[in-house]
């Protein structure tokens, strides 16, 4: 909806029945599906597979040999995850999945559970690896061709393959893991007890990289790029001749699917900005001017505010203000498609800016847990009057503003801050209010003025001021004052998947917290967020 900046900051199961987006990814386009179980890293490798210019997917450990079959994959990737494999309940996979021919690489408890399925030996060891472990290669391989002897690997794991199945060949092993990386090139099976999708590895993505390539036979020429016509067509085929209705905020996300929707259907789009009241210093104006008068784009502006407000007042928890914000977003929307759709009944067709980060976390496979639901995917209330047309659905972050390159859309839009849909309401912990709003508004721009003027801007992913419940005691104008706190959060990032807090130069925030307890009245003290996600997220809400 405002498909709005999504960050990837995403479907818990009450809302498990609302109307589903349509996935936009060819079906030619060769894809690795990752099988999750359980992984902390699942998503991140995912995301390193399209590094290696191939088209990768999360599908959950439930998956069956007959749907891996219909799916046709490329290949497939047993992610890790914190169950042993011989844990009453652990997860596990249908064993005709292996007997499918697909090129397989399984890492950490997915080479431990490959391992069982296949006849192996997986024990219980005393001595446990986690972090940095020392690998020792027997024998290149496929996977270690061309690496060194020895080299550093990232290892989270107690249980290890002892004796690997028949047909398999250990070319590396560590001081706890004697099969550390086992294959079986015949039937393209590949096992890796460490974790090379994480940066603390060695070598990981040209281990990576080499089952993909040499172990897959795979080739490296994927890119958001490469399918703009075939989204185009997709896109075409879904809505037909209908009018679509695109929730525009003016960030990235939104940007981009409305660029490329309007390429598919051209004058049937009509971009609504709901304006919430929740968007950051003059942002509304700077959104209409930019898609109304310089891009020329049908606009509709959608004051409303008083409305959001009404509806938020006394919601404190996070998650209920979230679909608190995503079921008006939805409802301003329904009232404008009134209008538009009024010579046209019949299906509904609505545009969001949906990432594949955003899908992950709102819990969007069985075996990924809800991080928080984005307004735009587990915010969506149940009885959605629309059919969601969602083209990004299945790129992240990055991907997307190359797509919004490609597509012709200044860098002042493709390399825009992520903003989240629900705006400065999750920047605010607590009730949103008219007064509250005008706090952090005020701290937020000082906030991104100073990092602009420091040249911060194009380093940071998101940077921004959040305002606390709390009170603190200080002294202004030699007076004891009462007021509210302001947290400054900049972080770095490649994906939002994971993220560092920036080191912002003291002096930098040193003017930031002078101004603004000096200008906006009501903050006395302002602290700077040192948390890495994970454990913390981007957003404090």
């Known amino acids: ?59 959950p450990a439930t998956i069956t040999a007959e749907q ?23 997860p596990t996979m249908d064993p005709a999945i292996l007997d499918l021919g697909v090129p397989t690489l399984g890492i950490c408890y997915g080479q431990q559970l490959m391992v069982q399925l296949l006849g192996g030996t997986v024990s219980h060891s005393d001595v446990a690896e986690y972090g940095k472990t020392e690998l020792a290669a027997d024998d290149d391989g496929v996977l270690l061709a061309g690496a060194e002897a020895t080299q550093t690997v990232w290892m989270s794991h107690r249980d290890a393959v002892a004796v690997a199945p028949d047909g398999f060949v250990t070319t ?15 039937r393209r099976l590949f096992g890796v007890q460490y974790h090379p999708e994480v940066s603390h590895t060695d070598h990981g993505q040209a281990v990576l990289e080499a089952f993909l390539y040499d172990g897959a036979g795979l080739a490296p020429d994927w890119t958001p790029t490469n399918i703009i016509d075939d989204l185009v067509e997709s896109i075409r085929a879904q809505v037909g001749d209908r009018p679509v209705l695109c929730g525009l905020s003016g960030g990235v996300d939104s940007s981009v ?20 009241g929740l968007m ?18 049908d606009l509709v502006h959608v004051r409303a505010q008083e409305r959001f407000l009404a509806k938020l007042s006394g919601v404190v928890d996070p998650e209920a203000k979230r679909k608190v914000i995503g079921e008006a977003f939805i409802r301003e929307f329904e009232t404008a498609a009134r209008d538009i759709y009024a010579d046209a009944p019949g299906t509904k067709y609505l545009v969001q800016g949906t990432l594949y980060p955003d899908v992950i976390e709102s819990g ?32 992240f972050k990055d991907e997307v503003r190359e797509l919004g390159t490609a597509l012709g ?28 709003l005008d706090l952090v508004r005020a701290a937020d721009r000082i906030a991104l003025d100073e990092f602009r003027a420091a040249g911060l801007e194009g380093v940071l992913w998101q940077s921004y001021a959040a305002l606390l419940t709390v009170r603190s005691v200080g002294v202004q104008g030699d007076g004891r004052t009462y007021g509210h706190p302001i947290v400054i959060r900049a972080v770095t990032s490649e994906d939002a998947m994971t993220a560092d807090w ?24 302002v602290v700077y967020d040192i948390t890495s996600k994970p454990p913390g997220t981007i957003e404090w809400e």
């Open 280 to 297: 950051r210093h003059d942002e509304g104006t700077q959104v209409e001017a930019t898609f109304r008068d310089h891009f020329h784009v």
């Open 68 to 90: 891996v079959a219909a799916r046709d994959p490329a290949a497939l990737i047993l992610s890790g995850g914190p169950a042993s494999v011989y844990a009453e309940g652990a």
């Open 172 to 186: 590396a092993r560590t001081a706890a893991a004697p099969c550390a990386v086992i294959e079986d090139v015949e």
């Open 502 to 525: 920036a080191r912002i130069p003291h002096d930098v925030l040193a003017t930031i917290s002078s101004r603004i307890t000096n200008e906006v009245e009501g903050i006395n003290r």
């Open 257 to 276: 699917a409305a660029a490329l929707v309007h390429r598919a259907v051209g004058d049937q789009l009509t971009c609504v900005f709901v304006d919430h």
């Open 1 to 59: 909806m405002s498909g709005a900046a999504t960050t990837a900051d995403t479907r818990p199961d009450d809302v498990a029945t609302a109307p589903r987006g349509t996935a936009m990814t060819p079906d030619d386009v060769p894809t690795v599906l990752v099988v999750d179980f359980g992984a902390q890293y699942a998503q991140l490798i995912a995301r390193r597979v399209r590094e290696a210019r191939v088209h990768s997917e999360i599908v």
């Open 364 to 395: 969007g496979s069985d075996s990924a847990s809800t991080i928080k639901s984005h307004h735009n995917v587990g915010g969506l209330p149940a009885d959605l009057d629309f059919d969601l047309v969602e083209p990004l659905r299945d790129l």
């Open 409 to 436: 859309l200044p860098d002042a839009i493709v390399q825009r801050q992520p903003f989240p849909g629900p705006g400065l309401g999750v920047r605010i912990v607590g009730e949103v209010t008219q007064e509250r």
